[in-house]
């Protein structure tokens, strides 16, 4: 285990060690997949995004985590290979936990959500997403939950587009806290 704390994000000092999560977190054929070093760059320079940003330090101090909610109720993380399955488990949660805190409702009278996305082939993503409520839906959405029966429901197979088809976004409800 490699006993990983977090912190808050603290802004363009980090920025280096995030970057450098790149070509150890994401094979090769993925590295310019969203949030990219560039557009990361571009939603941590948002205040608020970055005060909704954790990072997360092993034992030496180096950079192996981070998650973030932006404006839209997306959940984006990256993590160098060494995080344990548990470890990952804490990135989630704390999103989770934070747009809970964060997320208005998108129309009123129900509730908010949380999504993000990864590739169809990302298994590993996708099993971390299913522990944490997320189940699949139709077209374009890997992923829906109402966290608020506190459930989690086996996923039917993701139907996507062929436009899209390495790709799968993933959302949950969120039950008020």
Known sequence: MTLLRNRP??????????FALWPACRPAAW???????????ELLAAEHVARRTRVWMDARDRTCAYALLDDYGNLWFDRA???????????????????RKERPAD???EPA????ACRTEDHARIALLRRHGFTEQTARTLCSN???SGM??????????????SLSSCSC???PT
């Not at 995080?83 to 747009?99: M, P, Q, S, Y």
């Not at 139907?159 to 088809?165: E, G, L, S, Y």
Request: with cysteine; hydrophobic share 35%; charged share 20%.
């Open 9 to 18: 994000y603290a802004g363009d000092a980090d920025l280096p060690a995030l």
């Open 31 to 41: 590295q310019a997949d969203f949030p990219s070093p560039t557009d990361l760059a």
């Open 81 to 99: 290979p060494q995080v344990t399955d548990d470890e990952a488990d804490d990135l989630v949660a704390r999103g989770i936990a934070c747009a």
């Open 107 to 109: 129309q009123p009278g």
């Open 113 to 116: 959500t949380l999504d993000t």
């Open 146 to 148: 109402d966290l608020t």
């Open 152 to 165: 989690t429901q086996s996923p039917p197979v993701c139907r996507m587009p062929t436009d899209c088809a």
């Open 173 to 175: 409800l969120l039950a």
